[in-house]
């Protein structure tokens, strides 16, 4: 099984919690993105485009359903692909993802210093 990580390019983790990570690879400018039984492969843009997309789903549904239950449909940037999350997981994923977003701003930003 080929490892979905090539260690040739420089990558980082940004975040690492129970069952999540999100690593950032500098050679192709990519977040890989693991929450779950969810792994995604996306750009900067991505990332943020599912932040927000994630913050919306949890500013409707939040309050509103069981926040156990999965019953949250929710669109992604990655063609084809959609995620059923419960309240609780999108409060949890986008959290992950603005905080690994973060993250990486402070590091390039220290990189940059150095």
Not at 93 to 108: H, I, N, T, V, Y
């Amino acid at each position: 099984m080929k490892h979905i990580y090539d260690f040739h390019h420089p990558f980082e983790v940004l975040r690492q919690a129970d069952g999540q990570k999100v690593v950032f690879c500098y050679e192709c400018q990519l977040f890989h993105v693991h929450f779950g039984t969810i792994s995604l492969d996306l750009s900067e843009m991505g990332m943020k485009m599912l932040t927000n997309i994630l913050v919306d789903y949890l500013g409707r549904y939040d309050g509103v359903i069981d926040p156990y239950k999965r019953c949250v449909e929710v669109e992604t940037p990655c063609q084809g692909i959609r995620l059923l999350l419960s309240t609780t997981d999108l409060r949890t994923f986008s959290e992950l993802l603005k905080g690994s977003l973060s993250e990486l701003e402070q590091r390039l930003r220290l990189r940059k210093l150095n």
